[in-house]
């Protein structure tokens, strides 16, 4: 629906043009890389308990050899019907009535060790599904107009207070050291107020105005010791504190996992139109469930919700409810200067997403990196927790031992190995984006390395 929206209002060209390139991509297939054939590894117990799922991803019961053509003419046939009937076929006609069908009869395996479990949705619920137009969350930012995603989104209000936060300090004077202690003490309050404060703004509140106000960025950021960092879990802010002293409220929150399956692409065209997109499905493979002859996994999306409050003393604003939309990370970013664009950027990650966009932000506006150079460096991704993430690079940085000397403590989270062999570095988010340059040139930049690297180009280059 999100799709059909968009073509309605800014698109040139109709649903049906709009599917045909990944309707011939699950028709033709795709080949197997490693990065696939790993992570089609670490989820085959569960695909296994599906016999749709296992199907498609494990051909005569085997992981897919990396170079064989992986193909899903399932998916084809599906994406055609939308083409001929539109989206209506999803939210109340066949393919949506297939999706309710799978969630009450699920489709399991014979020896399948999972007790069944049938959901509550009914096609009613996808006929009365509807897009939310929201207004974007805006900072500026050293001269930088930054605008992200609203919530019940957290990107936008996280990555512009952290933003906020910077703003009061010089990073591009500082020693590397401090630079990124700053910016990992930016986040680690940031997500404090995330997590007390973002939700569904339908069903909780959200001070959108005062959590991305320069004073509330200024109180929060005199909790900022150059010396040592602060001891996570940090409480909330209180951004009703009106233009006082350092903002600190009694009570930390608990924190929680999201998952991580999710895609981010950037696109310009010739008329300086821009757009930055992320989508998701949760946990890498979803819910584990291909809706039998549809070719498409379900999404757990219900995960981003908190199921138990996060402090005992202050309101959830992320506890599931009907009709609710859980709080997610999805971080799309356009930067203007001069009120033209000038950067467009997101990543997928689950909750690394938001630090990895304000890190590329940060190595590109403050450490003044090229935007590929940004966009490729280590990362280390600071959640209010006691240690921060980071990638095996980055803890092989110089930088490392003077910010342990700072109280910043490291974990390296590592992912299974492909085989005895061979292995697969933990990564932190995996980035796209574009930088408009002088004379109408656009750079385009994408992960040289992480997931086995990402793609980027221009359709028809002009000089």
Request: aromatic letters at 6%.
């Amino acid at each position: 629906m999100t799709w059909q929206r968009a073509l309605d209002r800014w698109g040139r060209f109709n649903l049906a043009q709009e599917l045909q390139p990944a309707e011939t991509v699950a028709r033709r297939g795709f080949r197997v890389s490693a990065n696939f054939r790993e992570q089609t590894r670490e989820n085959a117990a569960r695909f296994a308990q599906f016999s749709s799922t296992a199907r498609m991803f494990l051909p005569h019961g085997k992981l897919p050899a990396v170079g064989s053509i992986l193909r899903n003419p399932d998916l084809a046939r599906t994406y055609e019907q939308l083409a001929r009937r539109g989206i209506r076929a999803l939210y109340g006609g066949a393919i949506g009535r297939d999706v309710v069908g799978t969630l009450h009869h699920l489709p399991l395996a014979p020896g399948a060790t999972l007790t069944s479990r049938p959901g509550l949705m009914s096609l009613a619920d996808l006929a009365r599904y509807r897009t939310i137009e929201r207004v974007p969350t805006h900072v500026n930012y050293r001269g930088y107009d930054v605008y992200g995603m609203a919530p019940s989104s957290s990107g936008g209000t996280t990555v512009g207070e952290s933003l906020n936060i910077l703003s009061n300090f010089n990073l591009s004077h500082m020693t590397p050291v401090q630079a990124l202690h700053h910016y990992l003490e930016a986040t680690r309050l940031a997500y404090a107020d995330r997590n007390r404060y973002v939700g569904d703004p339908a069903f909780a509140p959200v001070p959108l105005g005062q959590l991305l106000s320069t004073s509330f960025g200024r109180q929060r950021a005199c909790l900022i010791d150059p010396s040592h960092a602060l001891t996570s879990p940090v409480a909330p802010g209180d951004p009703n504190a009106g233009s006082g002293g350092c903002s600190l409220t009694a009570t930390a929150g608990a924190q929680f996992q999201e998952g991580t399956n999710t895609n981010h692409f950037v696109i310009a065209d010739r008329f300086g139109n821009v757009v930055s997109y992320t989508h998701t499905i949760e946990q890498l493979g979803g819910s584990g469930i291909v809706v039998p002859h549809r070719g498409f996994l379900l999404n757990n999306e219900l995960t981003d919700f908190d199921f138990v409050p996060a402090s005992s003393s202050a309101p959830d604003p992320n506890l599931p409810a009907g009709g609710k939309r859980p709080r997610s990370s999805m971080s799309p970013t356009i930067v203007l200067r001069h009120k033209r664009p000038f950067l467009a950027v997101g990543a997928a990650g689950g909750a690394t997403i938001i630090t990895t966009v304000l890190q590329i932000l940060m190595n590109r506006i403050d450490l003044h990196m090229t935007f590929p150079a940004a966009l490729a460096a280590p990362r280390a991704s600071q959640r209010n927790a006691a240690t921060t993430q980071a990638e095996p690079a980055f803890i092989a940085q110089p930088t490392t031992p003077g910010l342990e000397q700072l109280g910043q403590k490291f974990a390296v989270s590592s992912t299974s190995p492909l085989d005895p062999t061979i292995t697969i570095p933990s990564t932190i988010g995996t980035a796209s984006g574009l930088e408009f340059l002088s004379h109408g040139r656009v750079l385009v930049a994408a992960e040289p390395v992480r997931r086995g690297g990402g793609s980027a180009g221009v359709v028809k280059p002009t000089r």
